[in-house]
């Protein structure tokens, strides 16, 4: 069957799609997006971990087809969605300038060449900035579900950060580096200019 | 495989009638797992996922209508007060990510011994809304549950909602594992006080081929909080009665071995955990007592 979503702010039309295929098989085999990355294909992992009009879900426990006329954003679109969200971005753009389209996706590299514009969000430079990165496995789903908590509240307390995180699992860094990522992207948020003048 | 999405409930019920054998699908987090691993090849797969009422509730005189989508998410945030049982053991499913999608109507389709609604359903005595092409149901939840994942729907029926009554005094849910994020139960309890008609209700999770009842605690407990006339006098429970609800909620449990736990553990622990929610709800009555004498 044929499925169009919108991913990362792109009209997508993916065809062929087997009907008991998951989203997340559609992002990584056909789209060409495997930021998003495939674990435990059960809900445990939270390595899946993408936006389904606007809400964090395991994308490998959502049916291709339940997507369907679906808004998605995946790690691919977390710096666009993030720069949007703070009110600098594209919105006003024509509708399909917005996002980041597949073939300049296709070409990120993990090192950004010297000189490259390449566009962190802030959660994202927390991460490197506090070492919360090891393997990497984890971290697209991660990402994903912390910009969300930062979305949705500005100032988390360690609870609110651990019940966040809570479904998404990483086996290198023991988590406390992850948490302080996620506590100097909230920081950082709160005190921009102080940030810039250090 | 087909994948059928209807855009309105009765489009749903006809699907269902033509296909009996077709997989209802909401959130996914049941369905899409046996998919993934190939436990599962349905001829069918039927989205309900753009029947947005599904995704509703009202909240009435005595009862609220949970449409069987409600994702544990909105039941955790919008019906604590309501249905605290129901609230907070929709806190202890899975994970943030899992309680976005998942819903009541999906762990009653499923029907396993250890989903995490049942015993808060059990206690406040809800009632499945069940429909087909053929008419409109109501099934008390004491008879919904027929073994292990089995339930009473017919295979034209559908889930529509649950309807449950109003707490009319403090609920308790209680679960064992090993985290508090992304545990399937070991066995789990709920209790409900219901003040209003002097009864007390329990729903035992994962340590049984079904959601049970611990009938005979309910009604010992009932008979003497009754015989003490501690109801009236929002007197402290005295520590043997507690112990024997414990003991007998222990009793209503037909668990077995398997990888998360012993029989005996399980057993035990439903034991603790009833004495454990039951001291923990009656303060919470006391305490709403005393304040409402002193106003």
Known sequence: MRVNITVNGRPQQADDVWEGESLLYVLRERLGLPGSKNACEQGECGSCTVRLDGVPVCSCLVAAGQAEGREVVTVEGLADFAEERAGRGCAAGAPGACGTDPDTARRWQARPAPGS?????????????????????????????????????????????????????????????????????????????????? | MDFLRPATWDEALAAKAEHPSAVPLAGGTDVMVEINFDHRRPAYLLDLGRIRDLEEWETGERTVRLGASVPYTRIMENLRAELPGLAL??????????????????????????????????????????????????????????????????????????????????????????RNAMVIAVCAFGLALHPDTRTVRTGIGSAAPTPVRATAAEEFLTAALDEAGLWESGGPLPPSLAREFGQLAAGACNPIDDVRGSAAYRRHAVGVMARRTLGWTWESYRGQERSAQCA
Do not use: W
């Open chain 1, 117 to 198: 514009d390449a566009q962190l969000a802030p959660v994202q430079q927390a991460f490197i900035d506090a070492g919360a990165v090891q393997c990497g496995f984890c971290t697209p789903g991660l990402l994903v579900a912390a910009d969300e908590l930062l979305e949705r509240t500005a100032e988390p307390s360690d609870a609110d950060i651990r019940e966040a995180l809570s479904g998404n699992l990483c086996r290198c860094t023991g988590y406390e580096k992850i948490l302080d990522a996620v506590r100097l992207a909230a920081a950082r948020a709160a005190a921009p200019t102080a940030e810039q003048g250090a």
């Open chain 2, 89 to 178: 053991a929709a806190h202890t499913v899975a994970s943030p990510q899992i309680r976005n999608r998942g819903g009541v109507g999906g762990n009653l389709g499923t029907a396993s011994p250890a989903g995490d609604a049942h015993p808060a359903l059990l206690a406040s005595g809800a009632e499945v809304e069940a429909e087909s092409v053929r008419g409109r149901r109501m099934i008390p939840i004491d008879d919904f549950y027929r073994g292990v994942k089995r339930n009473a729907l017919e295979p034209d029926e559908l889930i529509r909602a649950v309807h449950i009554p109003k707490a009319t005094g403090p609920q308790q849910f209680s679960k064992v594992g090993t």
